[in-house]
T-cell receptor, first 112, second 115 residues
Framework: KQEVTQIPAALSVPEGENLVLNCSFT??????LQWFRQDPGKGLTSLLL?????REQTSGRLNASLDKSSGRSTLYIAASQPGDSATYLC???????????FGTGTSLTVIP | EPEVTQTPSHQVTQMGQEVILRCVPI?????FYWYRQILGQKVEFLVS????????KSEIFDDQFSVERPDGSNFTLKIRSTKLEDSAMYFC?????????????FGEGSWLTVV
């Protein structure tokens, strides 16, 4: 069964810093990987999707990379802002089936 | 931007009661899902639905759960006899397809509290 881990569990940075969130998964036979943002008590907002054949995806200040062979993905946030404060979840879709396996998330606080 | 909508946003129910959670997926999407998140835990897959039938379900999705697409727009999750451990946030999601380039979109969730 696919296990997804995110490190660190919590991160606090001053505004303007660049930061990296990490996601690791145990089974490298993935179909794709998606990064989400979750605000407290709210739903999941899709940030980036990386297909298994891709190495990275970019959207604005966000860049996600994927290294399937080592079972890792990173989410890079440039020039962080207080509005980036949220929990960031990575989710991996296995090579078979439709379900996503989620990590426990990284809670990010950007201090003004 | 199209979005997945869910109702109710919060429901409190007594143990043993039946609950129906409702979702309106994005209109041109063909695949529908339910996930849940118990407070402080990971988001977990419950079920996926395509072409009016369940395509995949997890071990959590036992006989007390059922899903239905009663009309062309709604997708529902029914919990027949709720237990305390069913208290969680339930997320509906949809996607256009299941190819590797298809993004899955989630709703805002329905908080279910069983007392």
């Amino acid at each position: 069964k696919q296990e997804v881990t995110q490190i660190p569990a919590a991160l606090s940075v001053p505004e303007g810093e660049n930061l990296v969130l990490n996601c690791s998964f145990t089974d490298s036979a993935i179909y794709n990987l998606q990064w989400f943002r979750q605000d407290p008590g709210k739903g999941l907002t899709s940030l980036l999707l990386i297909q298994s054949s891709q190495r990275e995806q970019t959207s604005g200040r966000l860049n996600a990379s994927l290294d399937k062979s080592s079972g890792r993905s990173t989410l890079y946030i440039a020039a962080s802002q207080p509005g980036d404060s949220a929990t960031y979840l990575c989710a991996v879709r296995a090579g078979t089936g439709n379900q996503f396996y989620f990590g426990t998330g990284t809670s990010l606080t950007v201090i003004p | 931007e199209p979005e997945v909508t869910q109702t109710p946003s919060h429901q409190v129910t007594q143990m043993g009661q039946e609950v129906i959670l409702r979702c309106v997926p994005i209109s041109n999407h063909l695949y529908f899902y339910w996930y849940r998140q118990i407070l402080g835990q990971k988001v977990e897959f419950l079920v996926s639905f395509y072409n009016n039938e369940i395509s995949e379900k997890s071990e959590i999705f036992d006989d007390q759960f059922s899903v239905e697409r009663p009309d062309g727009s709604n997708f529902t999750l029914k919990i027949r006899s709720t237990k305390l451990e069913d208290s969680a946030m339930y997320f509906c999601a949809s996607s256009r397809g299941t190819g590797s380039g298809n993004t899955i979109y989630f709703g805002e969730g329905s908080w279910l509290t069983v007392v």
